[in-house]
């Protein structure tokens, strides 16, 4: 599985942005699909993951109420919606996959990874 996310920028605080992850390659619909961040310096932080059917979704405490994880397998698409925004949700973002029913939101259960979409939050 490929993946490129885009849809990364500069956003005042209290902002909001979509990220899209579009896929190609092996089965789309068989994969689970996670965003995670990097801030500098800091480790991978998992944000979201959506599962193969869209039906499950599980959001990390810091982003919750906030950001919505969403798929359109017919588009093999991921997105992320991001609302109030903060200065600390500053950071790369990456969209991963991992065989579904695969346990864990580790970066290592996750096989593949696009290459970052940076996200800056001004205050």
């Known amino acids: 599985v490929q993946l490129q996310a885009f849809g990364g920028g500069l956003v005042q605080a209290g902002g909001s942005l979509r990220l899209s992850c579009a896929a190609s390659?092996?089965?789309?619909?068989?994969?689970?699909l996670g965003w995670f961040r990097q801030a500098p310096g800091k480790e991978h932080e998992f944000v979201a993951v959506?599962?193969?059917?869209?039906?499950?979704?599980n959001t990390a405490d810091s982003v919750k109420g906030r950001f919505t994880i969403s798929r359109d397998n017919a588009k093999n698409t991921v997105y992320l919606q991001m609302n109030s925004l903060k200065p600390e949700d500053t950071a790369v973002y990456y969209c991963?996959?991992?065989?579904?029913?695969?346990?864990?939101?580790?970066?290592?259960?996750?096989?593949?990874w696009g290459q970052g979409t940076l996200v800056t939050v001004s205050s």
């Open positions: 991963a996959a991992k065989p579904y029913g695969r346990d864990g939101n580790a970066p290592e259960d996750y096989d593949y």
């Open positions: 390659g092996r089965t789309f619909s068989r994969y689970d």
């Open positions: 959506i599962s193969w059917s869209g039906i499950s979704t």
